[in-house]
């Protein structure tokens, strides 16, 4: 049975440039972590830090076995460290910003 299809440019440069019109907003910074990095810490799982005004941090931890939410605080401190080294790692947001409009353009040539 041939493996499924992850769709093709067009699909790619739709999200590219959904990417890049997020991105685009004051809300919202992305940041792009090179390939080449030593940073390894955040590739052992996604997580989600959720900051709200009348409750404590809380933290959602994704795995491909199981998926956690919890407000312990040595928990959420950890997670925090880890997202911070990653930003140390991460180019800027305007940077970040022009390689995925740069991307974007790449697939569009291809469509």
Same mark, same amino acid.
């Given at each position: 049975m041939p493996a499924p299809r992850i769709e093709g440019p067009e699909v790619m440069y739709e999200q590219l /440039?959904?990417?890049?019109t997020v991105a685009d907003?004051?809300?919202v910074k992305v940041q792009i972590v090179?390939? /080449?990095t030593c940073c390894t810490t955040g590739l052992m799982s996604g997580?989600?830090?959720?900051?709200l005004p009348d409750a404590p941090t809380a933290v959602s931890i994704e795995?491909? %076995?199981? %998926?956690?939410?919890s407000a /312990?605080?040595?928990l959420v401190t950890a997670v925090w460290d880890r997202y911070d080294r990653i930003r140390a790692e991460a180019h800027r947001p305007g940077?970040?910003?022009e390689m995925i409009k740069e991307a974007r353009d790449q697939w569009k040539q291809q469509t």
């Amino acid at each position: 049975m041939p493996a499924p299809r992850i769709e093709g440019p067009e699909v790619m440069y739709e999200q590219l /440039d959904h990417l890049a019109t997020v991105a685009d907003q004051q809300n919202v910074k992305v940041q792009i972590v090179p390939h /080449d990095t030593c940073c390894t810490t955040g590739l052992m799982s996604g997580f989600v830090l959720a900051q709200l005004p009348d409750a404590p941090t809380a933290v959602s931890i994704e795995s491909a %076995g199981e %998926g956690e939410v919890s407000a /312990d605080h040595h928990l959420v401190t950890a997670v925090w460290d880890r997202y911070d080294r990653i930003r140390a790692e991460a180019h800027r947001p305007g940077q970040s910003l022009e390689m995925i409009k740069e991307a974007r353009d790449q697939w569009k040539q291809q469509t």
